[in-house]
């Protein structure tokens, strides 16, 4: 739960370290999120998204994903500003994105009834690829490699600045196969909808299980439905034999070689699947190419405006 994923709620004005909380944004599974203020070095304020850490959360779970967004610095991830202690809860205080979240915007489509536009929804994607090619290849300062898996790509971990940047964020179910980082091993951890067939085994997270994650947001971004659950799944055991027998089956609407992108990505088996983010991202940039779809993210702003303006966001 970053910032952005549902309406402000507004509380009373607390202040924890130098930051005045505003409004509630929501809660997840080990915090909740506030819209808070804070001043600049130069006396001038600025909103922060400020993550307080649940009493029944063990510290050391919500100290992983701080440790983790201390060595994290990429355009097309959520930055770190701060972490401290107030009240004796933890905080970590975060960039506020307000542009929101994906799902939000997918619902506003939903509202509106609108088709999300296939060009930003490639573009999105294509964003937040980069972040996962990073976020794979990161090392620690001394050079030793994390081998990273995000573990819990979806919609409501997408965000969009206001001048149309994409960042993923959420990294508090992330595993470290190079360090003593995330659940552990045959914890199956992330959002339901969004497992890979390997995690719903209880296999350990590898990069390929975000890269299935990732395909599921592409299906529901270009088709409009989940690839392969539907609103009436009677069970989580019935929702988790038909992620792990991943079938898919899709569309005429969608063209061939955006099909066979989707097939790729979505393929039940991992060495079948893209190998890497920067494979599957480049996969996507050439067909944005050859459709003539390819969007500047001057575009993705004003489809951002309008679609917030819109919806009354």
Known sequence: MEPGQNKPVEVPSRRYGRYLVRSRLGEGGMAEVFRADALDARGEQFPVALKLMRKDVPPEAFADEADLMGLLDHPNLVRLLETGQAFGRPFIAMEFLVGGDLRRLMQAHGTLKRRFPVGIAVYVCIEVLRALSYFHQVRTRSGR???????????????????????????????????????????????????????????????????????????????????????????????MAALRAARLSLPDTVDKPLAQVLRRALAPDTATRYRTSGEFAGALFTWALDSGLLPTRQHVQAWLLKTLSYAGL
């Open 145 to 239: 490699p994390l081998e990273l898996v995000h573990g819990d790509v979806n919609p409501t971990n997408i965000f969009f600045s206001g001048d149309g940047e994409v960042k993923l964020g959420d990294f508090g179910v992330a595993k470290a196969r190079g360090a003593d980082i995330g659940p552990q091993d045959g914890i199956t951890a992330g959002k339901l909808h969004y497992l890979s067939p390997e995690q719903t085994r209880g296999e350990p997270p590898l990069p390929a299980t975000d890269l299935f994650a990732m395909g599921i947001v592409l299906h529901e971004l270009v088709v409009g439905t989940h690839p392969f659950l539907r609103p009436e799944e009677p069970d989580e055991q019935a929702a």
